[in-house]
């Protein structure tokens, strides 16, 4: 019988607490798929999970459950994802605010590098302001003109405190001398339908979000905060052309999954979500209706994005004193 050595009983420890990752791996999935979007339905990342949810489907064999947890600027149903089993049946789709919230929130209960793998960014799009076209305003430089007029009157929607649309309109107001009322909301859905109703006097969403309603004529487009303009909104002035190119901000979509999934697991999952957005109709909805640059990146281009996307927009959230919901 061969002697024990402390490295055959750490390799056998080793090997006894990977082989039931690998099993549970190799028979995956046996069992229902949650995905949790932690913001109402009717959003934009609402819109990315159900695009995928038939593809997903008959990609993997299996029933994909969407599950909308929103609370906490998106935090409380990423902390569900976080603290699931890592077994692949709980994934996470979710949005900008993702990246800032650990800066926003206090007593932040999870932590996004540490407690999420990351598995692909799905894409990114340009920030849009708009109006419900009862309204007076036609550009940024009637919004300008008529806060400077009549300080702390005009009142915008966001999806959250700390959303990265909320800062842009901060350095924003900052640039531009003046001061506008921020009303921050549960989601993308809630603040465009206070923004339709013209209970608000701005919404600044992604383009994802506002583009169908402006094509209907119930908003009227002013800016947008990207680079460059939009194919679908060709005349419709970026705000660096306006003269605040600090203000430029792209929305973003992504998707986790608890830390220790298994790589196999998440391998299986991207591939299949993948395949499933780049079908024509889902791809189509994402990048024409929806004006997404659709990216699909591998797991670490994720979390190099992210990380960015906290250096930058978490230091706008500390320099201003912002606090989240």
Same mark, same amino acid.
């Given at each position: 019988?061969?002697?024990?050595?402390?490295?055959?009983?750490?390799?056998?420890?080793?090997?006894?607490?990977?082989?039931?990752?690998?099993?549970?791996?190799?028979?995956?999935?046996?069992?229902?798929?949650?995905?949790?979007?932690?913001?109402?339905?009717?959003?934009?990342?609402?819109? +990315?999970?159900?695009?995928?949810?038939?593809?997903?489907?008959?990609?993997?064999?299996?029933?994909?459950?969407?599950?909308?947890?929103?609370?906490?600027?998106?935090?409380?149903?990423?902390? /569900?994802?976080?603290?699931?089993?890592?077994?692949?049946?709980?994934?996470?789709?979710?949005?900008?605010?993702?990246?800032?919230?650990?800066?926003?929130?206090?007593?932040?209960?999870?932590?996004?590098?540490?407690?999420?793998?990351?598995?692909?960014?799905?894409?990114?799009?340009?920030?849009?302001?708009?109006?419900?076209?009862?309204?007076?305003?036609?550009?940024?430089?009637?919004?300008?003109?008529?806060?400077?007029?009549?300080?702390?009157?005009?009142?915008?929607?966001?999806?959250?405190?700390?959303?990265?649309?909320?800062?842009?309109?901060?350095?924003?107001?900052?640039?531009?001398?003046?001061?506008?009322?921020?009303?921050?909301?549960?989601?993308?859905?809630?603040?465009?339908?206070?923004?339709?109703?013209?209970?608000?006097?701005?919404?600044?969403?992604?383009?994802? /979000?506002?583009?169908?309603?402006?094509?209907?004529?119930?908003?009227?487009?002013?800016?947008?905060?990207?680079?460059?303009?939009?194919?679908?909104?060709?005349?419709?002035?970026?705000?660096?052309?306006?003269?605040?190119?600090?203000?430029?901000?792209?929305?973003?979509?992504? +998707?986790?999954?608890?830390?220790?999934?298994?790589?196999?697991?998440?391998?299986?999952?991207?591939?299949?979500?993948?395949?499933?957005?780049?079908?024509?109709?889902?791809?189509?909805?994402?990048?024409?209706?929806?004006?997404?640059?659709?990216?699909?990146?591998?797991?670490?281009?994720?979390?190099?994005?992210?990380?960015?996307?906290?250096?930058?927009?978490?230091?706008?959230?500390?320099?201003?004193?912002?606090?989240?919901?």
């Amino acid at each position: 019988m061969a002697a024990l050595t402390r490295r055959t009983i750490v390799t056998g420890m080793a090997g006894a607490l990977l082989a039931p990752l690998a099993a549970r791996a190799q028979s995956w999935p046996s069992g229902p798929i949650r995905i949790i979007v932690p913001f109402p339905a009717g959003g934009s990342v609402d819109a +990315v999970a159900r695009l995928a949810q038939a593809g997903l489907q008959q990609r993997l064999g299996t029933t994909i459950v969407i599950e909308n947890r929103s609370g906490a600027s998106g935090s409380t149903g990423s902390a /569900l994802v976080a603290k699931a089993p890592p077994d692949g049946s709980t994934w996470l789709i979710t949005f900008d605010n993702h990246a800032v919230n650990p800066v926003l929130l206090p007593n932040f209960p999870f932590d996004n590098q540490k407690d999420l793998e990351p598995v692909t960014l799905v894409g990114t799009a340009p920030y849009m302001v708009a109006t419900n076209p009862a309204k007076p305003f036609k550009s940024l430089a009637d919004v300008i003109a008529e806060a400077k007029k009549t300080p702390g009157k005009i009142s915008y929607a966001s999806v959250g405190s700390g959303s990265i649309g909320h800062l842009a309109m901060v350095l924003l107001s900052k640039e531009a001398g003046v001061e506008l009322i921020h009303v921050p909301y549960r989601g993308g859905a809630p603040a465009l339908n206070d923004a339709l109703a013209g209970h608000v006097d701005l919404i600044n969403g992604s383009a994802a /979000l506002v583009t169908s309603h402006i094509a209907a004529g119930r908003l009227r487009p002013l800016w947008q905060h990207g680079a460059k303009r939009l194919p679908a909104h060709p005349t419709v002035q970026t705000v660096g052309e306006a003269g605040i190119p600090s203000a430029e901000a792209n929305a973003w979509w992504g +998707v986790y999954a608890p830390a220790k999934t298994p790589k196999e697991i998440i391998d299986r999952f991207r591939t299949a979500l993948v395949e499933s957005l780049r079908e024509d109709k889902a791809a189509r909805m994402l990048t024409e209706s929806q004006q997404m640059s659709l990216l699909l990146t591998p797991p670490e281009a994720l979390r190099k994005f992210e990380l960015e996307q906290t250096r930058i927009w978490g230091g706008v959230a500390r320099d201003n004193g912002i606090k989240g919901d």
